[in-house]
């Protein structure tokens, strides 16, 4: 830190007193003002930063860009429009439609089972659990589903 004619320097940049209004009225003027025309946190804070330093300056200039209501009102949407809802088919029977999940890394049985295949029918979500092991292939799991 420095002085130059009586004014405070960090890295040749004017120190800002820990005054609210004073800091806002810069926030301002780098952010609101016709020449700044809402440019975004990150341009308003390498503007700051070119000129002033105050401590935990990055922090209170996200907030106020977060908080400008003019940029949340015209703020760019980001994501696509969504589109118009799918829903899924109503299954035609019971046991039509089923959907199937393993709960895995259990701990072995006395069987030697380690994992447990979960099978939903869709329509009723009538759930059956299947007691099996991680070195089953898919012939035995057919095989455990039949039976």
């Not at 996200?62 to 118009?84: F, I, W």
């Not at 799991?141 to 039976?147: D, F, G, I, K, P």
């Amino acid at each position: 830190m420095s002085v130059e004619n009586g004014i405070l320097l960090y890295n040749n940049r004017i120190v800002v007193p820990d005054i609210a209004e004073l800091k806002y009225k810069l926030l301002f003027e780098l952010h609101d003002s016709p020449f700044a025309s809402h440019v975004g946190r990150d341009k308003t804070y390498e503007a700051a930063r070119k000129y002033v330093y105050w401590k935990n300056m990055k922090k209170e200039v996200v907030d106020y860009v977060r908080t400008c209501k003019q940029c949340q009102v015209n703020k760019e949407e980001r994501e696509h429009p969504t589109g118009l809802l799918m829903p899924l088919p109503i299954p035609e029977g019971k046991w039509k439609s089923i959907s199937m999940d393993f709960f895995t890394s259990l701990p072995r049985t006395q069987r030697q089972n380690d994992q447990i295949l979960v099978v939903v029918d869709q329509l009723t979500k009538m759930a059956r659990f299947f007691p099996c092991r991680m070195t089953h292939k898919g012939k035995d799991m057919a095989e455990l589903l039949t039976t």
